[in-house]
């Protein structure tokens, strides 16, 4: 017999990773008039890909194919969330390597906001509001920032998009202290 480790935590992590990263390059710490975008593009890109995207997608299947000790309901809705979130940051990952048409990926964000209503919705109901559906909230919030943002071409908008995505990664921060075990 051996011991399951709860693939939570790197879900988590790459998260917490991805939108740390992300919120201070929209505040502008560690962008100057020197960058080079192409390459600060790039290698939003590689952190989306890995710690947004790869990470949330092996803790969806973990949840899916392990029995972990978890309910199966439970297990289905964090799955489904980190899958979400998961396909979600190879979108934008892809996005930055070959840029689309935005108008599509606002629809996009709308769609990501209606499912993370639900989650945040479904949160709250069984009792997770905290931190589970504040996550779920923070990131609505961002999904329907960020469209305006790229459109409008608001500075202001962005560093706002930014704060939010430093809230979420430290609202996380007790998820993946639960995840560990700590």
Known sequence: MFNMVNPEAIGVFGLIVTVFVFGLEQIGIGVNKNSDMTKVSRSLANIALI???FCQLFTALSLWFFDLGIDPGTRQFLG???ATYGAFWVVVAMHFYN???KKVYAHFFLAIFL???AYAYKAFEI???WPLGTVLLLINVLTILLPFA???KYPALTKVCGVVNILIAICSIPLLT???GL
């Open 51 to 53: 710690f947004g995207g």
């Open 80 to 82: 489904m969330i980190f």
């Open 99 to 101: 840029p689309g048409d």
């Open 115 to 117: 499912l993370s209503a």
């Open 127 to 129: 009792g997770k509001g």
């Open 150 to 152: 790229w459109y409008d």
């Open 178 to 180: 639960h995840a560990l």
